[in-house]
């Protein structure tokens, strides 16, 4: 299984951007599918997770509200709009895999696949 992230790119605080991680080599469907950031200096922490149906999703407290993560099982895709983006989303974000399909993990050992990531940065 592959994942390769896209998407992202240099935004104004307020704006927005929506990332996409398309998997290959695999069925989508088959996993639990997060998206978790690495800003410089920090440890990568979790941002979001989309259960297989996409009936059931998790996000970190810092980005509820302004973030949203959604799938297509059809296209082996999945997606994470980014609304109201600020300063402090400035990072390189990740998708990644997870053989639960039922768990929306938030945290790096539930997943067994991981992208190569993208940056995004938010400018004032």
């Known amino acids: 299984v592959q994942l390769q992230a896209s998407g992202g790119g240099l935004v104004q605080a307020g704006g927005s951007l929506r990332l996409s991680c398309a998997l290959s080599?695999?069925?989508?469907?088959?996993?639990?599918m997060g998206w978790f950031r690495q800003a410089p200096g920090q440890d990568r922490e979790f941002v979001a997770a989309?259960?297989?149906?996409?009936?059931?999703?998790s996000y970190a407290d810092s980005v509820r509200g302004r973030f949203a993560i959604s799938r297509d099982n059809a296209k082996n895709t999945v997606y994470l709009q980014m609304n109201s983006l600020k300063i402090e989303d400035t990072a390189v974000y990740y998708c990644?895999?997870?053989?639960?399909?039922?768990?929306?993990?938030?945290?790096?050992?539930?997943?067994?696949?991981w992208g190569q990531g993208t940056q995004v940065t938010v400018s004032s």
């Open positions: 989309i259960v297989w149906s996409g009936t059931k999703t």
């Open positions: 080599g695999g069925t989508l469907s088959s996993y639990a």
């Open positions: 990644a895999a997870g053989g639960h399909p039922y768990h929306t993990g938030t945290s790096e050992p539930n997943y067994d696949y």
